[in-house]
Nanobody
Framework: QVRLVETGGDSVQPGGALTLSCVAS????????VAWFRRRSPQQGREGVA?????????SYGSSVKGRFTMSTYSTKTKFELQMNSLEPGDTGVYLC?????????????????????WGQGTQVNVYS
């Protein structure tokens, strides 16, 4: 069974930085997409932040975070990090890690929440003065 565990959430001031980590376990097929989503409030849906598959040259990013956030993975291909810089109050929310099998037709990993089958519990990020 696939298990995803997020850590690293904290409270920071605007302009600050945080690094979130997602550790994945329990799957045998490494050809998977891993993505970060966020939910800014219980009433809002999940917004795609960044996605990546092991071996990809670059990650895909949502428009609201492009240029500020960087997603990366290690050689183990089981730990995925999200480096968040220049944080804004609008970045406040629960950040969730998700995984799904990568399709042969995927040139990059999608930021479509409906494509992801496995989810972590999330980690809270607060950005406020």
């Amino acid at each position: 069974q696939v298990r995803l565990v997020e850590t690293g959430g904290d409270s920071v001031q605007p302009g600050g930085a945080l690094t979130l980590s997602c550790v994945a376990s329990g799957y045998n097929n490494p050809n998977r997409c891993v993505a970060w989503f966020r939910r800014r409030s219980p009433q809002q849906g999940r917004e795609g932040v960044a996605s990546l598959y092991p071996g990809a040259r670059t990650a895909s990013y949502g428009s609201s975070v492009k240029g500020r956030f960087t997603m990366s993975t290690y050689s183990t291909k089981t730990k995925f990090e999200l480096q968040m810089n220049s944080l804004e109050p609008g970045d406040t929310g629960v950040y969730l890690c998700a995984a799904t099998l990568r399709r042969d037709t995927d040139d990059s990993c999608p930021l479509d929440v409906s494509r992801y089958l496995n989810w972590g519990q999330g980690t809270q990020v607060n950005v406020y003065s």
